[in-house]
């Protein structure tokens, strides 16, 4: 196993003493440490002097503040707002969380500790709400709560706490209801519905600070903008709000703290995107940082700018990779990992507790399943968690996880986030992680203290994926870590929005647009969309005008815009978020307990009597009635998978660029890594048949087989840029020279077939060529010919009616629920299909249509990041490779068509026959074959990389790769296939969601 060791991310924060015998703080005793321990070396900051309060608190505890915790407090005892930055376990909470405690509860500086007072006294009544506590997941709602709780008692023993989300019992809203506690955590959701309440204004106008706990989770997304949008709510009802964002893995943090407290500025402060970004960056110098303790002088109507504060500690992070007995030389993507699970085991015995994350629910459960199977004697404690699992479960899981009684769990993001684990001291993750943020995220879930070593270990998947290994480790040495970006102007949040804030007092238009306009996602909203808006939601636009359900908010005399139905207001306080999936089908026993939820297109596809996999369990579908399905235990068998949305993830350009660089390096003939030493087999007969990718090269190989002309292509962009790429490639060969193509992509790169002759290498470069119009938008940061000619290029029509569903969704065009009654997926599909050719006919400028295809741009084909590799590679070297059979690259490209296309011959008996022959083709030596035959376990269930396999057994162990059930199995529900000519590929990825197909045909050319 690679055992290389990345080096400390982080050291003592900038302008603090340094020491060459300052101590690493030691490990703490028990629960949440967020403070280094008492030292004779430890010295506070000269000239900021920590709270009583707090510093009293920590002494308690053996605990003593750090440099950047006092730099939180002194920041907010200015009032001002600002986005605190620090690794996982580093101690972020308890900063702010002492800081606003201190802030807003001043007899609590002066309190004795209660250790102190003999007698109870009798508190005043709890101040109202005060904090508003925003955690991107419910599920970590409770764990923050309970993490809260403990200095109140303290630092503020009057105040009162509490917990809103979707699982806060009936009861216990009732009583919020009547009065919300001092402080609340909840979630985006649940906060957009409080201001939809009539008295929201009274409720949350003396609202003093919000926290946004993991911001870098919820800025890219449609959810960080509902953030936005409330954050301007509530500033504009107190204008002295603070704000305070908590992020571990941002590479943007000016941009993040841009888009946290933009909605901050006072009315009339209005600001052009830029100016305000500057004036954000000119502010937030961190304090630590030698400068002044106060930031520049607030300018005129301006509130004091943001404080940027990195909580930069002493912090060790081991990456290393699980190496299998031997690398195959010919690998593809798909696998579940299993070849791997003898090593996983003996890892989970040589620890204490490990976490294992898998990138989806259905890897998680068949990880799950496997162990059991291997292990029986890890029954009891080894669990399974993810996101559709029961509530109860997943909190049972938690608390053995906490009290260390677990000692592996099987999880996905649903653990990415925010829960302590301090038994934790080893993270797995199976596959690959796809980015460095990611990567950073899992393993802060280990070591999660101050001065505890965080450790994760790759288990790769196939033999690219431990080159991968390799790369990210080199990433996270130098620093480099992924940006994430706020969406622009989402039509649909806006409109949802319009209807909450109508609903919670009502609103006047012009007031509200300079509200809404203060935030970072529509600063630059232009004032015919705001009027599309606000008629929208009025009479539902021009086609939808003569139905009265679209009559969702109307003018009062005066001047006020409000809901006038209660219906309709009921309807929207049911549907209010912006987390779009497919309708949930409820799983349990036949009147027994309930397990948890999948996703209704999966359970369409089962007939009673078929047996599936979840929660660690074999199920027999009995009956489906009113989205619950009834199962009883099945016995062994041949399960299928559970498929949900949402599992397909493209390689960062962070890590995609750091792989290119390990191939460089070995193209040089340098093995620094253990992950490259075992690799070198395949990179080695890469460079003999082909050559590497290196940095200021773009490789094309050419390929003549049976099928017909391949070219191959690797810009290494990630699968979304590839799938556009593709199509956009196809488009002009075709224009060209008219025929047919196949498509399909990974991360890698890309793939053209076709099935008449073309010269490849002679039509390359020309189609590779950025046309002048195209250079020209780029230049001015614009791209609608590139834009035009993507769009001609795929079936975007149906791409866009799958965007469009969700879009409605939003909007409230269509609801998932009413009161009382539950939608299906078949239903919201129908109303979705009917408004979009609605649309489409009567209202082609609708604004909702247009949010469609800019979404399918932005998000599934990634045309930023498509433009920026087009531009790339007008830079690069074209080196044109001519092949006489598949290379170790293209090898994984082919399986990926392979699996879309209809045969006589199962899959994985293709596969082995082709590693067979190109196996024998590389010449594999005597030697291989005896290191893999004495190899471990796992190299034996991985055989069909091994040049000594025979002809019956290498099916069994593709078979196994993929994890097919039989020769002649079919195939599990999910995975689609396509009849006759394949005219795309699609992800073996675990989502089932739609892939661009080309809009090719077949073109026809003059003569």
Known sequence: MSRAKAPPRQTRPIGAPASADAPTPAAPKAGRPAARRRSPNAQPAPSVAPPDAATRWLAERGWAPFDFQREVWQAMAHGRSGLLHASTGAGKTLAVWLGLLMHFSAPAQAAPAPAATKTKAKLPPAPPLTVLWLTPMRALAADTLRALRAPMAALAPDWTAGLRTGDTPAGERAAQTRRLPTLLVTTPESLSLLLSRADAHDTLGRVGAVVVDEWHELLGSKRGVQVQLALARLASWNPALMVWGMSATLGNLPEALDALVRPLQPAGAAQGKQETTDWIAAGAVPISAGGPKTSHPPASGHTLPPALIRGLLPKDLVIDTLLPARAERFAWAGHMGLQMLPQVAEVIDGAGSTLIFTNTRSQAERWYQALIEARPDLAGVLALHHGSLDKSVRDWVELGLKEGRLKAVVATSSLDLGVDFLPVERVLQIGSAKGVARLLQRAGRSGHAPGRTSRITLVPTHSLEIVEGAAAREAVAAGQIESRHSPRAPRDVLVQHLVTVALGGGFVPDALLAEVRRTAAYADLPDDEWRWCLDFVRQGGPSLAAYPDFRRVVPGDDGVWRVPDARLARRHRSNIGTIVSDAAVSVQFVGGARLGSVEESFIARLKPGDVFMFAGRLLELVRVHE?????????????????????????????????????????????????????????????????????????????????????????????????????????????????????????????????????????????????????????????????????????????????????????????????????????????????????????????????????????????????????????????????????????????????????????????????ADLEKAAGASAAEEAAGAAGATVAKASAPSGSGASASAAPNSVRQALDLSAPDAPRQPGRRRTRGRADGSSSSGDTGAPVPRPRLARRRGAG
């Open 627 to 915: 989205m619950t399905a009834q199962v009883r235990r099945a016995p062994a068998g041949s399960p299928a998978l559970p498929r949900w949305n949402g599992g397909r993830m493209p390689l960062s350009n962070t890590l995609a660029d750091a792989l290119v660089r390990q191939f460089e390096a070995f193209a040089r003939g340098e093995r620094a890594s253990p992950e490259i030493d075992r690799v070198a087999p395949l990179l080695a007969l890469q460079q003999q048949w082909s050559r590497l990718p290196v940095p200021g090269e773009l490789l094309a190989e050419t390929l003549k087989t049976r099928e017909g002309w391949h070219l191959f292509l690797y810009p290494f962009a990630g699968r979304q840029v590839h799938t556009g790429l593709a199509g956009l490639l196809a488009l002009r060969a075709a224009r060209g020279q008219p025929g047919t193509f196949s498509m399909a992509f990974n991360d890698y790169g890309l793939e053209l077939l076709s099935p008449t002759p073309i010269d490849w290498a002679a039509l390359l470069p020309d189609m590779l060529v950025l046309p002048a119009e195209h250079a020209a938008d780029l230049a001015r940061g614009q791209r609608p010919a590139l834009l035009a000619e993507v769009l001609d290029s795929l079936n975007a029509g149906e791409l866009a009616r799958r965007r469009f569903r969700e879009i409605a969704r939003i909007s409230g065009l269509i609801f998932q629920s009413h009161p009382g009654e539950q939608r299906s997926s078949r239903q919201l599909q129908a109303s979705a299909s009917l408004y979009y050719e609605v649309f489409q006919q009567h209202d082609p400028g609708n604004q909702l249509l247009l949010q469609a295809q800019q979404e399918l741009l932005e998000q599934e084909l990634d045309v930023d990041r498509l433009a920026d590799t087009l531009q790339k590679m007008q830079q690069q070297a074209l080196m044109v490779q001519s092949l006489q059979r598949p290379s170790p690259l293209s090898f994984p490209l082919m399986v990926e068509r392979f699996r879309e296309r209809l045969s006589n011959e199962p899959l994985a008996t293709r596969i082995a026959r082709m590693v």
